[in-house]
């Protein structure tokens, strides 16, 4: 959308009121982020599974002079603060307070997403619903009348297709307008709970009202409602607040028993019952479909792909399929990117004067970077299956196949998503474990999810597998995923039987309808994480690269020294040699020396520069024109094969990366289980390399 | 009868909740109120189970589907 100019001529002043913040709440799925990118012209990723969106996202948006700040909020059911994204949504609708709501509804399950809006029409919001997905809605025979729809919800309803843009013109005019309406709502739409529970209600309004804040601050009778449904979060702030505090809560605890004794259930319930009886009303006036196959397409592919035998053979095979295409396929553009590697240094060493200078650039940057830079197709690759998996509508089956599998094992079901967003990346999956609802469920999934092994992690295992088991090299790989999956598992069923004891939560989730993947929407998707992985090559890995390089070439042998150092002596006596001289009384038992142990701790910083390590300390002072097999000769030269395998291990297991130590500890929210998920990962790691490579020697392998 | 004995492809309506507090009120948000309609779709393994529930599929946990009382259309 073109922004309109601001008059320059318009006063700091005016310039303040013109803008308005508007909140996107929503079901999750009900396409709240299509709605967002089409209002705000960005691209935050969309999916096809309820928690894609875990964190609430903010763009601006222009119209008639307004800027808009628009807010994407998690998608919720209800604004009962179940889950963590229930409860951003929540706190931000309460405590943010922002000036109009737009309630976006999937328009193919009305009933359901408008129980949602009966919270927000009980919270007094000025909102405006979408009614999202309306070409679905008519494929499917559908009709809603919009007018009707409207009136008896007392709020405008606009009609939306977020992923083509439709109706968002509309929507922002709506917005405008209801702000600048200056009582609360047009028509304010009371949900009637019948004569028992209003007559409650009342009165605990009448104990709220004598109160001499309250009721400036918050909308009573929502209120009223929120604390007759045990609302914690409400009934901590009332009673922090209120001076009146022992007369409501007395009020309070008389209308539950009054209800729970006549209505025979739990005020909570008698409520959410109300509210599917007052949407179930609006329906009968407002919504009428044709009649359609009760088996939908959905339905059918689910019948194969959720059957009872073949479920999880078929989740199997299309994971297996995964990974060939990412190695096999990935592995051609891969060659022609190492030979370009290999011209560039070529054409560096000789264009530059020999030197600290040349050395710097050829050893440290060029092979530093170069290192990395050649997994690009294969990163592409395994993120283009995880978005399709994402988009079709299949992560939530996955999920769903897994958990009885998962349940077993101490996990949840929902786990299951985290761990295979962790082949991509653990950062975006130990974040996407927010949908899980129940806390432990949270930590455990959070603090095993490093043991996936991520795609940063997968250069050390082609250089290492390719160099030393030639054609296995495949199957070595294959073997060490598999490794970190039993050891996710193991772990996990270790922390559920002795830390965190009891039952993973019951599982329920919604089974989006299959969609074909839009491929605008897949290829956003893969070339954020390309520019992602291409600034961390530019960053990152560049400047480690040069540090290393530093700390390899630094201090110079005294040039008075009577015979020339070999180049190992040289870097023994640098002050990375000296580290990894350090701690290679820990890692002799695993058996490689100081230079795996240098290459493991500048790998903290990020996995790949395990390779960029490699790449410095074993290329610099060796013959730059030789093939670009160097590397390669000088490990075979200094590892055995199963010195390579407990490398890879190690490498596998311990410590995840900063980022994702980062990720980890604003996730956890606590800086014990933080270092306590480095601490089991360090042990684990040494004790599994240990056994491997100790093992192997006994089995007689070298 | 709990929905979980409910056989493949069947019909019910809901009728009560039992079962922990937080969760009654979890299957109630979701949908799971008196005289909704449920449909068995799928039993997939390990006897979990996919609902049609107003136009819409969930997936449900056994235990979460012992919860949630109903009676068969048939018997209506």
């Not at chain 1, 940057?365 to 399709?388: A, K």
Request: proline residues 3%; contains cysteine.
């Amino acid at each position: 959308m073109l922004t309109k100019e601001i008059d320059e001529t318009a006063s700091n002043v005016e310039l303040v009121q013109k803008r308005i913040k508007v909140a996107l709440a929503g079901n999750p799925n009900s396409g709240k982020t299509s709605i967002f990118n089409a209002l705000t012209g960005m691209r935050q990723h969309v999916g096809n599974w309820a928690g894609v969106t875990v964190e609430k996202k903010e763009g601006y948006a222009h119209y008639g002079g307004y800027t808009i700040e628009v807010v994407d909020l998690p998608g919720t059911y209800s604004l009962t603060a179940f889950s963590m994204e229930e409860l951003v949504a929540r706190d931000f609708i309460i405590k943010e307070r922002p000036d109009v709501i737009i309630n976006v509804i999937d328009s193919t399950n009305l009933e359901r997403n408008l129980y949602l809006t009966t919270q927000l029409i009980e919270l007094g919001c000025k909102a405006v619903v979408a009614l999202n997905m309306t070409d679905e809605a008519e494929h499917k025979g559908i009709h809603i009348d919009k007018k009707k729809l409207a009136e008896l919800l007392g709020m405008p309803v606009v009609n939306t297709i977020g992923t083509i843009g439709k109706g968002i013109q509309d929507l922002l005019k709506e917005a405008v307008a209801i702000k600048e309406v200056k009582e609360p709502l047009s028509r304010h739409i009371h949900i009637n709970y019948g004569a028992e529970v209003e007559e409650e209600i009342k009165k605990i309004q009448a104990e709220l009202k004598k109160d001499p804040v309250i009721p400036k601050m918050f909308y009573t009778r929502w209120l009223a409602v929120k604390l007759l449904e045990h609302d914690k979060n409400v009934a901590e702030e009332i009673y922090g607040r209120a001076q009146a505090k022992d007369d409501i809560e007395k009020q309070v605890a008389s209308s539950h028993a009054h209800i729970e004794k006549i209505l025979d259930d739990e005020s909570e319930i008698i409520l959410a019952d109300a509210r599917y009886g007052f949407i179930k009303g609006l329906l009968q006036e407002a919504y009428s479909h044709r009649s359609f196959d009760r088996i939908t397409f959905s339905d059918k592919i689910d019948k194969v792909l959720t059957n009872r035998l073949l479920g999880i053979p078929i989740l199997i095979g299309l994971l297996w399929v995964m990974f060939q295409t990412t190695f096999k396929l990935g592995g051609y553009p891969t060659d022609w990117i190492e030979s370009l590697v290999g011209h560039v240094s070529n054409f560096a060493s000789s264009a530059i004067p020999d030197g600290m200078l040349n050395d710097l650039v050829v050893n440290g940057i060029i092979s530093g970077i170069g290192g990395v830079v050649v997994f690009l197709p294969n990163i592409l690759i395994l993120f283009f299956f995880i978005s399709l998996f994402e988009d079709t509508g299949y992560m939530a089956r996955a999920a769903f196949i897994m958990d009885r599998v998962m349940h077993t094992l101490g996990l949840h079901g929902k786990s299951f998503i985290p761990m295979i967003m962790g082949f991509g990346c653990n950062t975006s999956a130990i974040m996407g474990a927010r949908t899980l609802e129940n806390k432990t469920d949270r930590i455990l999934t959070i603090l095993i999810n490093p043991l996936v092994s991520c795609s940063a992690r997968l250069p050390v295992y082609v250089l290492l597998a390719g160099t030393f088991f030639g054609r296995n090299a495949g199957t070595v790989i294959f073997s060490i995923y598999i490794t970190g999956i039993i050891l996710a598992i193991l772990v996990g069923q270790l922390f559920r039987k002795t830390i965190f004891k009891g039952e993973a939560a019951p599982f329920v989730m919604e089974l989006p309808p299959y969609r074909i993947p839009r491929v605008q929407s897949i290829l956003i998707h893969m070339w954020e994480k390309a520019s992602i992985f291409l600034r961390k090559v530019g960053g990152i890995i560049l400047i480690a690269s040069i540090l290393i390089w530093f700390m390899t070439a630094f201090p110079k042998p005294k040039s008075d020294s009577q015979i020339a150092l070999s180049h190992d002596e040289h870097i023994l006596n640098s002050y990375a040699g000296r580290a990894g001289k350090f701690i290679e009384p820990v890692l002799e038992p695993l058996g490689f020396g100081w230079k795996g142990g240098i290459a493991l701790l500048t790998g903290i910083a990020a996995k790949e520069i395990v390779v960029s390590t490699f790449g410095v300390l074993y290329q610099a002072g060796e013959n730059v024109n030789e093939e670009n097999d160097t590397l390669r000769n000088a490990l075979k030269k200094d590892m055995t094969p199963m010195a390579a395998l407990s490398f890879m291990l190690f490498t596998l297991i311990y410590i995840p990366c900063v980022g994702t130590l980062g990720v980890m500890y604003r996730e956890l929210g606590s800086l014990k289980w933080t270092l306590f998920g480095v601490g089991y990962s360090l042990i684990l790691a040494w004790l599994v390399s240990f056994i491997a490579y100790q093992g192997g020697l006994i089995l007689g392998f070298v | 009868m709990p929905l979980s004995m409910l056989g493949l492809r069947n019909k019910g309506v809901v009728v009560g909740l039992r079962g922990k507090f937080d969760l009654k009120i979890f299957l109630a948000e979701l949908g799971f109120v008196s005289g909704k309609e449920v449909e068995i779709m799928q039993y997939t393994s390990g006897n979990n189970l996919i609902v049609g529930l107003g136009g819409c599929r969930l997936a449900l946990d056994r235990s979460l589907a012992h919860l949630i009382e109903i009676i068969p259309q048939k018997e209506l």
